[in-house]
């Protein structure tokens, strides 16, 4: 396995725009991508990035309780895709990238769909019932369905530890649902599926991309993906206007800008790029850190109630999450797999 250069670890700045390197020349390493999961973080995926991401993405979860004060799922939806779509803009003028070849838009159109029109409206829905530190727990067990995904797209193989972790994840997602409790009324379980439904398209999207479109830049592959989520959800967001169910506040709209500019578009640079380094599982690691942010900033700031409840199933649902990728019977036995160039530009 080959590490990359230093400056490429740590650097965020390089994140946009600059050309992966192929296997054997700087790629960080050609085994699976659960395999990969088990390697250092401070190589793969810098630690600064996932500190980076978990507070970007923690908040986001205080950002959609806001907004749907004022506006419904959909538009919320719409309005986060495409602002982060103008922010990539930007970007893809500013570094001179071409726009995704033709073969690939079908396969943009679909994560499009999976990893932003149907996660955004499942989790605000989600969040008109259940409160933003639920939501946010219930999202960390994205990494179960990747497992799941990645074994069913790219032919990854899990051991038993892993299956286990997957049984023992969705457990914890049970717990922390409320399933079997009297404390949660049934429009809250409908809530929490929603979530955990946002999940599998995140899982299913992680795979998918990393099959079917290595051949594109971290930036390209954001671009098109949030152009296709924005041309989707139009119609539907234009009736929203039309019909007087958007009034947003000055609050409600500082919320979005940030949910859209930094939780989407800068965000999704920040992911992609690590996915398309370290494999589908590792890209998903950054939920480990995300109900922490979230959590806090749901009691501090909304003032959300605290529940033992979501402790203990959240340790559970991270539990699960160690043993599916590995981290504590150490790492798998790896199968080699090439690793696809990126075509982008310097």
């Known amino acids: 396995m080959v590490r990359p250069p230093r400056e490429f670890c740590n650097s965020l700045v390089d994140l946009i725009g600059r050309r992966l390197k192929p296997a054997g020349a700087g ?29 970007i993405w923690g908040w986001s979860f205080l950002f959609i309780k806001v907004i749907l004060e004022d506006a419904p799922p959909t538009f919320l939806a719409w309005g986060r895709i495409a602002l982060g779509l103008a922010v990539l803009v930007v970007a893809m003028r500013r570094r ?34 259940i409160s933003s530190a639920l939501a946010s727990v219930l999202n960390a067990c994205t990494p179960l369905f990747a497992a799941g995904f990645a074994a069913a797209l790219l032919g990854e193989r899990l051991r038993p530890p892993q299956l286990a972790g997957v049984a023992i994840g969705f457990l914890g997602v ?45 930036l390209q592959l954001s671009f098109g993906q949030l152009l296709a989520g924005t041309v989707l959800l139009a119609p539907v967001a234009a009736v929203d206007v039309a019909a007087g169910r958007v009034a947003l506040g000055p609050r409600a709209a500082l919320c979005l800008v940030l949910l859209g500019a930094l939780g989407t ?52 649902v991270v539990l699960g999450v160690a043993l599916v990728q590995g981290r ?8 080699p797999q090439p690793v696809a160039e990126t075509a982008a530009t310097d």
């Open 96 to 129: 001179g990238e071409r726009l995704p070849e033709r073969r690939y838009w079908g396969h943009l159109a679909v994560l499009g769909l999976a990893m932003s029109v149907l996660p955004f409206m499942l989790i605000g829905w989600g969040e008109e019932h």
């Open 265 to 316: 578009g800068y965000a999704y640079l920040l992911n992609y790029r690590t996915l398309q380094e370290s494999g589908a599982t590792v890209a998903s690691l950054v939920t480990y850190l995300v109900p922490l942010v979230a959590v806090a900033a749901g009691i501090l700031v909304l003032g959300e109630p605290f529940s033992i409840r979501l402790v203990l199933g959240g340790l559970v």
């Open 174 to 218: 049970a717990v922390v649902a409320g399933v079997g409790g009297g404390d949660l009324a049934g429009s809250s379980l409908l809530g929490s599926l929603a979530v955990v439904l946002a999940g599998a398209g995140y899982g299913f999207g992680f795979a998918y991309a990393n099959r079917f479109t290595t051949g594109l830049s971290a």
């Open 27 to 55: 790629a960080c390493w050609s085994g699976s991508s659960l395999d990969r999961a088990s390697f250092p973080t401070s190589c793969g995926v810098p630690v600064r990035r996932l500190f980076l991401l978990a507070f």
């Open 328 to 335: 504590l019977f150490g790492p798998r036995h790896p199968v």
